[in-house]
């Protein structure tokens, strides 16, 4: 299964676009990338997924590098309320999604 | 369409006793996972269960843990003889379709468990 790394913390100031890397070097041909957001002690919250495309939705957008090596979650316009824990995940064959330890967003006015 | 219903939402439980977390999918969806967060850390992947059927167990504990998803009712996750480091947040959620197909999985509000 495919390993991934992001950096444990950012800041980002209200109003402006969050960028969250993550690497995902290992990632399998027919793995998706997904995003999902914990927001406190909350149940994890489904932002947005792609395979080899850019994708876009009305939460973020998603650029996944030619190679898929790595992607970048964007929130075009951070509010308060985006402030949470964003994990980067495959979703393997098998349909199990595996966490690490998240990037921990700070957005601060 | 109400979401992920996982309950009860705080459970205590002393040394020894049986814990029982039920998961309610979304209406219409059939795969159901167990997800476990302890303190601090992110989710680790226990178990995959379509009706009556356990797909994948490869996160679950050997010994103490089971779980069923029968033709009616919820999602059931079972800890006998809970001990303290059982104590954490169990995560449930649901999907549609099969595995590959690239549909999200819905989170319920999880289940805070304390071992005393």
């Known amino acids: 299964d495919a390993k991934t790394t992001q950096p444990p913390s950012m800041d980002c100031a209200e109003g402006r676009a969050a960028n969250l890397p993550c690497n995902h070097s290992?990632?399998?041909?027919?793995?998706?990338v997904y995003w999902y957001r914990q927001i406190h002690s909350q149940g994890p919250q489904y932002i947005i997924h792609?395979?080899?495309n850019n994708e876009t939705n009305e939460m973020a957008s998603l650029i996944i590098t030619e190679d898929r090596k790595s992607s970048t979650l964007i929130l075009p316009h951070a509010t308060l309320r985006d402030t949470a824990v964003y994990y980067c995940?495959?979703?393997?064959?098998?349909?199990?999604?595996?966490f690490g330890g998240g990037t921990r967003l700070m957005v601060k006015p | 369409n109400a979401g992920v219903m996982q309950n009860p939402r705080h459970l205590v439980r002393r040394r020894g006793q049986e814990a029982r977390l039920r998961c309610s999918p979304m209406?219409?969806?059939?795969?159901v996972y167990w997800y476990r967060q302890l303190p601090e850390e992110g989710l680790k992947f226990m178990v995959y269960?379509?009706?009556?059927?356990?797909?994948?167990e490869s996160g679950m504990p050997k010994e103490r843990f089971s779980a069923e998803f029968p033709k009616e009712g919820p999602s059931i996750l079972r800890i006998q003889q809970v001990v303290r480091g059982d104590s954490a947040a169990y995560f449930c959620?649901?999907?549609?379709?099969?595995?590959?197909?690239?549909?999200?999985?819905?989170f319920g509000p999880g289940t805070r468990l304390t071992v005393l």
């Open positions: 209406k219409g969806h059939s795969h």
């Open positions: 792609g395979l080899k």
């Open positions: 995940t495959p979703l393997n064959a098998g349909n199990m999604l595996t």
């Open positions: 290992t990632i399998s041909g027919n793995e998706y």
């Open positions: 959620a649901s999907s549609p379709f099969l595995a590959g197909s690239g549909d999200e999985q819905f």
């Open positions: 269960l379509q009706k009556e059927n356990i797909i994948d």
